[in-house]
């Protein structure tokens, strides 16, 4: 991960401090990087600007994204612990709309990597490492403390979201609070406990390595490095590539949980086949044929890979935090 991330100047051409231009910047990618990801079309099973659940909109995830606009900032500025960030975020997500659990996953992968792009960015650096970032990321979720896990417990209460069941710490069971701070639970250790199982988790204990990764490919393909096909100028070609490229090489944990992991290894394996109709010669269109009907066919089902939707809303988020444009 030696690939050089640096900020846009037209959009930030001067470093007052943290509490200036910065803050503001880093909080705008996240809501862009939202924004982007859930716009994407056709992006397999899961929710896009042409298609809807019953419950939940197209419309439920563009307001998630606007909403979270100030919880951003103060992640950018360290002003709160990991844990109420991401409290907050999820408060101010169900607020403003009726959807339901819209970027649950995708806040406990973004306030650590906004945070760190605070710490980094208030040194006045305009140029930076992608290992910088998650490095930074991954020291600041080791220094979690239970307070944070306390307060990440708490926004189960403000978003209905599935959960593995588990017998240590279960966060249905409201004594688990209890348990957290009686031992000293951090929220690393929770994740680290459910790392095995859990996609997010595990980016949070391996470095964010899933999340550079696409942020790079995402960097790399909007620069026509990894292409020279025309084709490749086009943003929502390139997210839906994304999506399912990380579909295709990691099994999607919300689908194991919903479902289980045989429907997993099936999606991803089905991923992978998709993928390989691409030959290098031809590049890439996402409105292709094979990708309409697998969208079909998961929509029918109900099976929506929602980790890896987490995943390419964070890899966005650093790829604009790294001035890529459209």
């Not at 500025?77 to 999820?90: Q, Y």
């Not at 943003?235 to 997993?264: C, G, H, M, P, W």
């Amino acid at each position: 991960m030696l690939m050089n991330l640096e900020v846009n100047p037209l959009l930030l051409t001067e470093y007052n401090g943290i509490s200036g231009k910065i803050a503001p910047y880093i909080a705008r990618c996240v809501q862009l990087a939202m924004a982007l990801e859930v716009s994407a079309t056709p992006k397999p099973g899961n929710i896009d600007r042409d298609h809807n659940y019953v419950d939940t909109q197209y419309e439920h995830f563009l307001a998630s994204a606007v909403s979270i606009y100030p919880v951003m900032e103060n992640a950018a500025k360290s002003e709160k612990g990991i844990g109420e960030l991401i409290k907050h975020a999820v408060c101010e997500s169900v607020k403003w709309q009726r959807g339901g659990n819209t970027h649950f996953g995708a806040f406990i992968l973004l306030v650590p990597l906004v945070m760190a792009a605070g710490n980094i960015l208030a040194q006045g650096k305009r140029i930076f490492t992608l290992e910088e970032l998650t490095s930074c990321a991954h020291d600041i979720v080791k220094n979690s403390d239970s307070t944070d896990a306390i307060e990440f417990y708490k926004s189960f209460r403000f978003a209905e979201v599935r959960v593995n069941s588990v017998d240590e710490f279960d966060m249905q069971d409201v004594s688990s609070i209890d348990s957290l701070q009686d031992q000293n639970v951090t929220l690393y250790d929770l994740m680290e406990i459910s790392k095995g199982y859990d996609l997010i988790a595990n980016e949070w204990t391996s470095g964010f390595k899933r999340c550079a990764q696409c942020g790079e490919r995402l960097l790399r393909s909007m620069s026509n490095t990894a292409k020279d096909d025309d084709s490749w100028s086009n943003i929502n070609d390139i997210i839906v590539y994304t999506f399912l490229k990380t579909l295709s090489e990691n099994r999607d944990t919300f689908i194991q949980t919903k479902f289980n992991s045989q429907t997993a290894d099936y999606v991803s394996e089905r991923a992978r086949g998709i993928l390989a109709v691409f030959v290098e010669s031809s590049g890439f269109y996402a409105k292709h044929p094979s990708i309409q009907q697998f969208d079909e066919e998961l929509l029918q089902k109900g099976i929506n890979p929602g980790s890896t939707a987490d995943i390419v809303i964070a890899g966005l988020f650093i790829a604009l935090l790294g001035g890529m444009g459209f």
